[in-house]
C-alpha cells in the first residue's frame, strides 16, 4: 500500500485547514449555502434526509489496520458507531454533525485519510480491483497508476469545476472486477503484441438515466502517455459537457452526440500538443510514486499445510474455505473475503467494534492491510494458507464469516430511502427480505453466483443496471414500487440488464426474487450454467412469463 | 467590484465599451468579442490598450492572431461552478503563451482564487469586498501543487524528481487515541 | 436547485415547512414564532396555497440555521395529533427503518 510522503501529508492538512475556514464562514453566514455547498461536497460532505454524511477515500480501496482503526475512532467519536462501505471502495458515516466535521477531518488527517473529491463536480475515488497487487491473473499492480493520476487530479485548478461528477477506474486483469466499462474513463492494462504494457481507454460508461457502456477510444496508449492522454480528455469534457442540463452533463453524453470517433479525433488533437511536455511520465516520477507502495516481505510457504489439511475435517469451517477464500498469486498465501452481508444486516455496514477486531486480525494475519471491495465486502489480501482455521474462527466470532460471498444473499445495496435524501424508495429492507429467504445456505449455493444489485433511485448507486438481477426502486402514488432487470454484468463482458416486466409494490418484490430464482432452477442447462449465462441464452421472456403469469 | 492585480486591490483603468458604442480615443478599453474581431485592423493602432472579454463557450484559438497586441483578455465565470474558463485561461498562457492580463470576470469568489491564480489569472474582479481584501491569504493557503500549471509553482511531479526516489513510512505513534 | 419561491405550490391538505438545521443537519420544523423545532407537534400547522407561501418565505430567509427547506405534507389524526404525512416524511421525523448493524 501507497506510504504518504512529507508532499501528501501536507496537502491533506492544507485541506483540513481550508475547509475548517470555509465551515467557519459558512456558520457566521459569511458564505451563502449556494457559495459553501460545492465546496463541502468537493470535501465529501452531502446533506441526507436526517443529517450530514461524511463520505471518505479509500484510495483504490486499500486500507491499512491503523487507518481502520481510525474509522472506528471516528464512528465513535462523531457518528453512531458504524460506518457504510460504498460500491466506489469509499465509507460513509451518516450522523457527522457539520459543527464537529473539521476536528473529525483533523483526527482523519492523521492516519492519511480525507473526503477529497469524494462528491461534486470533480474527479471521485479512482477505484481498481479490491484484488490488486495480489490477484493471480493480473499482469501488474494498477495502483500504482491509480496513484499517479489520483495526485494528478486532487485539487486540480483547471478540473475542479466540471459540468458533472466524473469517475475512473482500472483493472490490470483479464477478468475485469473494477467495472472499468461503467466508468467516464476506463483503463484496462494490457501487453500489446510486442510485449509491451499499456492502458485500454474507454470513455464514457455510467449508469443512471442514461445508462451507457464506455467506448475504446485507444486500444493502446504506452504508460509514459497516461497523465497526459487522460488530461486531454478532460479538458475536452470540461470544455464541451454540457452544462445546460444536469441530466445530460456527463461525458457519456457528450461521447454519445459527438460521436465516438469524431470524440477521438478531437482528444488526440489536443494530446498532440502536451503528449511530449511535463506530464510525459519518465522512469523517475514512476520510480518515485512505486517506492512509496510497500509489500509484505512473504514467508517462503508452500500450498495446503498440513494446518490447512487437518482444518478441512471440520465442515463449518470448509463450507468457508470453499465460498470466502481465493487463490493468491503467492504460494501457501490466500486472499479472504470478509462478508458483510450476515443475514438481515444492513449490505455494506460494519460497527466500530468490528472495525476494531477486523484491523488488529489484519495486523494478525495480513501484514496491517485491508481490503475494501465495490460489492461492499472487505477482504485480507495477504493471508498465509496456515493460519486460515484460525483466522475463520476469529471472523465468525465477529460476524463477518458468513459464507455467501457472490450468492444470492451477498446483495449490493445502495443506502435507499432510509438515509439518502436523492431516494425515491428503501433499499436496504429489501435487502434485508430477501437475505431472509434465502437464509438457508444449501439453497443459496444451489442457485451458485447471483449477484442482486439494489438501486432507491434512477441515481443508480447501487449499480442496479449491470446486476444479475437489478431492482430499482421508484414511487407510484405515493408507494414504493420496484422495476426488476436480469441479465446485467459487471465484467469485461459488461451488459445492461433488460427490464422483465412493470415494477412490483414493496410488499412482493421479494417474491419475484423467489420466483425468478425458481425460474433458474428449471431453465438452466446445467448446474454449473450461471444465472445470468441462463438468461443470456433463453432470453428474458420464459422469466417474465413465470414471474408475471400469477401477477 | 474590487479588482485585485499583484495581490492589492487597485482601481480599474479599463473601461468596458458596449457592444456598438463608440470606442473612446486615448483610452485603456475592453471590448466584447464581435467587436475585438470586427474592428482588428484599426484597433491595433490605438494609442491606449485594448482588451476583450471572451465568452466562456467559444475557441479561444480565435484570439491567437490578436495576442501580441492585445493588453487584456478578460474570461468569464457565469457562475462559479462553471469552470470552463479555467481551461480557456491554461490555452492562453500556456498554449498561446499569452503574457498580457488575464482577467477573471463574473462570480469570483475567495475559495477560487487559488485556482484562477494557478490556472493563469493575474487579475481577478472579486465579487465581494472581504474576499478581495483576503486575496493574499487566499492565495497562499497550500504549499503543496500536486501538478503543474502554467503559473510557476513547483509541483510534486517536478520537486520528487529532484530528490529522487524517497519517502519515510510515519510512525505508528502518530496516532493518538480519540 | 429551485428556489422555493418558484416551486409551484399547491396545497391541498396540511402542511408544515421542514428544512436540516444548518449545524447538524437535524431534522427541524417551522413553528408560528418564527423558530426551528424538532417537535412536529409544535410545528406551524397550515392549509392554504397563500399561508404555506408565506410561511416559506420566512422560513427560506432564515440562511443561518437551516438549509433546504421546503412544504412537507402532515396527517392530522381525529384528536388533531400531527404526523408525517409521507413515507419520506416518517423517515425524516422517526428515523430510519431499519436498526443499524448490531442491533435487529
Not at chain 1, 458515516?93 to 488527517?109: H, R, V, Y
Not at chain 1, 486532487?154 to 472486477?177: G, N
Not at chain 1, 498532440?272 to 522512469?283: E, F, M, P, R, T
Not at chain 1, 442482486?452 to 426502486?473: D, F, K, Q, T, V
Request: hydrophobic content about 40%; some cysteine; overall charge negative.
Amino acid at each position: 500500500m501507497y506510504i504518504y510522503d512529507e508532499f501528501d501529508r501536507t496537502l491533506v492538512d492544507e485541506r483540513v485547514r481550508e475547509f475548517r475556514d470555509q465551515v467557519a464562514r459558512r456558520l457566521s453566514g459569511e458564505l451563502t449555502e449556494e457559495e459553501f455547498k460545492p465546496l463541502r461536497l468537493m470535501n465529501g460532505v452531502y446533506l441526507q434526509l436526517h443529517a450530514y454524511m461524511l463520505r471518505i477515500a479509500i484510495p483504490y480501496g486499500t486500507l491499512s489496520s491503523h487507518q481502520m482503526r481510525m474509522l472506528a475512532h471516528v464512528a465513535q467519536r462523531y457518528d453512531r458507531g458504524y460506518g457504510h462501505f460504498t460500491t466506489r471502495q469509499n465509507i460513509q458515516f451518516n450522523w457527522i454533525k457539520l459543527e464537529e466535521l473539521p476536528d473529525a477531518m483533523t483526527d482523519l488527517a492523521r492516519a492519511g485519510l480525507h473526503g477529497m473529491q469524494t462528491s461534486g463536480n470533480c474527479v471521485r475515488n479512482i477505484t481498481t480491483d479490491q484484488w490488486a497487487g495480489i490477484a493471480p491473473d493480473e499482469i501488474e499492480d494498477p495502483r500504482i497508476w491509480a496513484e499517479l493520476l489520483r495526485q494528478h487530479l486532487t485539487l486540480h485548478p483547471e478540473f475542479s469545476f466540471l459540468p458533472r461528477k466524473f469517475k475512473v477506474a482500472l483493472t490490470a486483469s483479464t477478468h475485469d472486477r473494477a467495472a472499468v466499462k461503467i466508468h467516464d474513463i476506463g483503463l484496462r492494462m494490457h501487453r500489446n503484441g510486442a510485449g509491451e504494457t499499456g492502458f485500454e481507454v474507454m470513455v464514457g460508461g455510467g449508469l443512471g438515466r442514461t445508462p451507457f457502456l464506455g467506448k475504446t477510444i485507444k486500444p493502446f496508449l504506452p504508460k509514459r502517455d497516461l497523465l497526459s492522454y487522460v488530461e486531454a480528455i478532460m479538458r475536452m469534457y470540461n470544455q464541451y459537457g454540457r452544462r445546460d442540463n444536469i441530466y445530460k452533463a456527463r461525458i457519456k453524453i457528450l461521447v454519445h452526440e459527438l460521436g465516438t470517433e469524431k470524440f477521438a479525433r478531437e482528444v488526440e488533437e489536443e494530446w498532440q500538443s502536451i503528449k511530449d511536455g511535463v506530464l510525459a511520465l519518465d522512469h523517475a516520477v514512476v520510480a518515485d510514486i512505486a517506492a512509496r507502495f510497500r509489500y509484505p516481505g512473504y514467508e517462503e510457504l508452500a500450498d495446503n499445510p498440513p494446518e490447512l489439511a487437518k482444518a478441512r475435517e471440520d465442515a463449518r469451517f470448509r463450507t468457508w474455505l470453499d465460498n470466502s477464500v481465493s487463490n493468491h498469486k503467492v504460494a501457501g498465501h490466500a486472499i479472504v473475503t470478509l462478508s458483510l452481508k450476515p443475514e438481515d444486516g444492513p449490505p455494506g455496514d460494519a460497527t466500530a467494534a468490528q472495525m476494531d477486531a477486523i484491523a488488529e486480525l489484519a495486523d494478525r494475519y495480513s501484514y496491517g492491510e485491508i481490503r475494501v471491495g465495490h460489492e461492499q465486502n472487505l477482504a485480507l489480501p495477504h493471508v498465509a494458507q496456515r493460519d486460515l482455521h484460525a483466522l475463520w474462527r476469529a471472523l465468525d466470532e465477529i460476524g463477518v464469516a458468513t459464507p455467501n460471498v457472490n450468492l444470492i444473499s451477498d446483495i449490493i445495496a445502495c443506502p435507499g430511502l432510509d438515509y439518502c435524501s436523492l431516494a425515491n424508495a428503501r433499499s436496504i429492507p429489501v435487502a434485508q427480505e430477501i437475505t431472509r429467504r434465502f437464509r438457508n445456505l444449501d439453497v443459496a449455493r444451489a442457485l451458485g453466483r447471483l449477484h442482486i444489485n439494489i438501486s432507491g433511485c434512477i441515481n443508480a448507486c447501487g449499480h442496479h443496471h449491470i446486476g444479475h438481477i437489478g431492482i430499482l426502486g421508484v414511487e407510484k402514488n405515493g408507494e414504493e414500487y420496484y422495476q426488476v432487470t436480469i441479465g446485467g454484468r459487471a465484467d469485461e463482458r459488461a451488459e445492461l440488464g433488460t427490464i422483465l416486466g412493470p415494477a412490483v409494490p414493496y410488499g412482493e418484490i421479494a417474491d419475484v426474487v423467489e420466483d425468478i430464482a425458481a425460474a433458474y432452477l428449471e431453465l438452466r442447462a446445467r448446474p454449473d450454467e450461471l444465472f445470468v449465462d441462463t438468461v443470456k441464452r433463453v432470453g428474458v421472456d420464459p422469466f417474465k412469463d413465470r414471474v408475471y403469469a400469477a401477477r | 467590484m474590487p479588482l485585485v492585480k499583484a495581490g492589492h486591490i487597485v482601481e480599474d483603468r479599463f473601461v468596458r465599451v458596449l457592444d456598438d458604442a463608440p470606442v473612446p480615443e486615448g483610452v485603456a478599453v475592453i471590448l466584447p468579442a464581435a467587436r475585438l474581431l470586427a474592428d482588428a485592423r484599426d484597433l491595433v493602432l490605438r494609442q491606449a490598450p485594448t482588451g476583450v472579454i471572451w465568452p466562456n463557450d467559444r475557441k479561444v484559438a480565435e484570439l491567437a492572431p490578436y495576442l501580441d497586441w492585445i493588453a487584456v483578455v478578460a474570461l468569464v465565470f457565469p457562475n462559479f461552478r462553471d469552470g470552463r474558463a479555467y481551461s480557456q485561461a491554461r490555452l492562453l498562457r500556456e498554449r498561446h503563451q499569452f503574457r498580457g492580463e488575464l482577467r477573471a470576470t463574473g462570480q469570483v469568489l475567495r475559495d477560487q482564487l487559488l485556482f484562477l491564480h494557478r490556472a493563469g489569472f493575474d487579475a481577478f474582479e472579486v465579487t465581494k469586498d472581504a474576499d478581495a481584501a483576503a486575496f493574499a491569504e487566499a492565495v497562499r493557503r497550500y504549499s503543496v501543487f500536486y501538478q503543474p500549471t502554467g503559473d510557476g509553482r513547483t509541483s510534486t511531479l517536478t520537486a520528487r524528481r529532484a530528490h529522487g526516489a524517497s519517502g519515510t513510512a510515519p510512525s505508528p505513534s502518530e496516532y493518538v487515541a480519540g | 436547485m429551485t428556489s422555493p419561491l418558484q416551486q409551484k405550490l399547491k396545497v391541498t391538505g396540511p402542511v408544515v415547512v421542514t428544512a436540516n438545521r444548518l449545524g447538524d443537519g437535524a431534522v427541524v420544523y417551522r413553528s408560528a414564532d418564527g423558530s426551528w423545532t424538532e417537535d412536529l407537534a409544535a410545528a406551524a400547522v397550515v392549509t392554504t396555497t397563500p399561508a404555506a407561501i408565506e410561511l416559506l418565505t420566512a422560513a427560506a430567509s432564515d440562511k443561518l440555521r437551516a438549509v433546504d427547506v421546503y412544504v412537507a405534507p402532515v396527517e392530522l389524526t381525529p384528536q388533531q395529533q400531527v404526523l408525517p404525512g409521507n413515507l419520506r416524511e416518517r423517515i425524516r421525523f422517526y428515523g430510519p427503518t431499519v436498526a443499524p448493524p448490531g442491533e435487529s
